[in-house]
């Protein structure tokens, strides 16, 4: 079974960091992009980074480039998006999602997400 | 990036009902596109893929057309659990975007 796990969500003040994980089983980790989608309170979807196998080709959204790095860690399984300089407006929960795999670039799985409260 | 408009943005149905929402692209995106339903507390779920194609466990009330800029989600006959809210995304380009969501109420 697909399984992906969120953690590292919180409390941070205006300007602080923090990191993000998001670990998987289930599939062949490398074989698989693999994205962090947010959804503020309110608000739809946004689609924040995305990164494929050996971390390559790796994107982000507009509005939190330059501040956040997404990374994978291959042993681990793992997935991260290390967020820094937040801002009030990057309270959400964000959720890693899979890609289909094979070109297939549609989002099949989802974890339950991780909430992450900008706040002073 | 691609701008994705869905319409209407809160769509109040009954059980039974056959309900369409429209989804549009600033750009042509082939047949490039997925359609999710969220429901509160939940993660998003896939229920089509390139524009039509049903994701596996979907219910067959389900279906998805078009191709280009024009999109539509339709539910056959509205169920008590398909009241939630539906999000449509472009993944044409590799910088994805989503519509802002269409919430179908009771």
């Known amino acids: 079974e697909v399984q992906l796990v969120e953690s590292g969500g919180g409390l941070v003040k205006p300007g602080g960091s923090l990191r993000l994980s998001c670990a998987t089983s289930?599939?062949?980790?490398?074989?698989?992009?693999i994205n962090w989608v947010r959804q503020a309170p309110g608000r739809g979807l946004e689609w924040v980074s995305s990164?494929?196998?050996?971390?390559?080709?790796?994107y982000y959204g507009d509005s939190v480039k330059g501040r956040f790095t997404i990374s994978r860690d291959s042993a681990k399984k793992s997935l991260y998006l290390q967020m820094n300089s937040l801002r009030v407006e990057d309270t959400a929960i964000y959720y890693c999602?899979?890609?289909?795999?094979?070109?297939?670039?549609?989002?099949?799985?989802w974890g339950q997400g991780t909430l992450v409260t900008v706040s002073s | 990036d691609i701008l994705m408009t869905q319409s209407p943005s809160t769509l109040s149905a009954s059980v039974g009902d056959r309900i369409t929402i429209t989804c549009r692209a600033s750009q042509s995106i082939s047949t490039w596109l997925a359609w999710y339903q969220r429901k509160p507390g939940t993660a998003p779920k896939l229920l089509i893929y390139k524009a039509s194609i049903l994701e596996s466990g979907v219910p067959s009330r389900f279906s998805g057309s078009g191709s280009g800029t024009e999109f539509t989600l339709t539910i056959s006959s509205l169920q008590p659990d398909d009241f939630a809210t539906y999000y449509c995304q472009q993944y044409d380009s590799v910088l994805y975007t989503f519509g802002q969501g269409t919430k179908l109420e009771i």
């Open positions: 289930g599939f062949t980790f490398d074989n698989y992009i």
């Open positions: 999602a899979r890609e289909g795999g094979s070109g297939r670039r549609y989002l099949d799985h």
């Open positions: 990164i494929g196998g050996g971390n390559r080709n790796i």
